[in-house]
């Protein structure tokens, strides 16, 4: 699976940063000792789908297969985590 990695910053609307790797992402997050959540994406296959193909979710109501639930839809399942200063807390 081609994987991307998105670090979004505490209270941030948007990324601020991709890397086609982790560890060139923990670098730059560590460096500037940033607060948020790195998370590992899927290339050209979107987490609706993605959830759905690996049994993480299931349609099961009218609403799930409306538009405006997919553009929202996200999954705690996706590999992710979380920084505080630059350092990866549990």
Do not use: C
């Not at 560890?23 to 959540?37: F, H, M, P, Q, T």
């Not at 050209?44 to 099961?60: E, L, R, T």
Request: aromatic share 18%.
């Amino acid at each position: 699976m081609n994987v991307i990695f998105v670090f979004q910053g505490n209270n941030a609307n948007f990324a601020s940063a991709v890397f086609s790797n982790k560890e060139n992402a923990v670098k730059w997050i560590r460096d500037y000792r940033l607060s948020g959540i790195l998370t590992q994406y899927p290339i050209d296959n979107p987490i609706y789908d993605w959830a759905i193909d690996n049994g993480y979710f299931s349609p099961n109501q009218d609403i799930h297969k409306m538009p405006e639930f997919i553009e929202k839809f996200s999954s705690a399942y996706l590999e992710h985590w979380h920084f505080k200063n630059g350092n990866i807390i549990t």
